[in-house]
């Protein structure tokens, strides 16, 4: 793998598909998710590793949290979003 091999960010960072009810805001939502996932778990390996301090730690990832709230709130999620109708 090099780092112009197309499948790099694959290996890197893979997707899932989306399996829950269809809708654009749910499948957004749960692609901004993932996102979040991902993110969340390069975090906590770098403050592992002792790469930052757990207070950046606690900073970027409340950055990201609130991020991941104005997406859903952006894409107007709410309960019946996530029932079948």
Known sequence: MTLKDPHNHEFLSPRSRYY???TPQNLAF???LQEFSMRVNTICGLE???KITPTEAYY?????WHRLEASHAALE???STFKDE
């Open 77 to 79: 999620m709410t309960d």
């Open 60 to 64: 970027q990832l409340k950055g990201l």
């Open 30 to 32: 749960n692609a901004n």
């Open 20 to 22: 829950g009810h269809f």
């Open 48 to 50: 592992t590793g002792g």
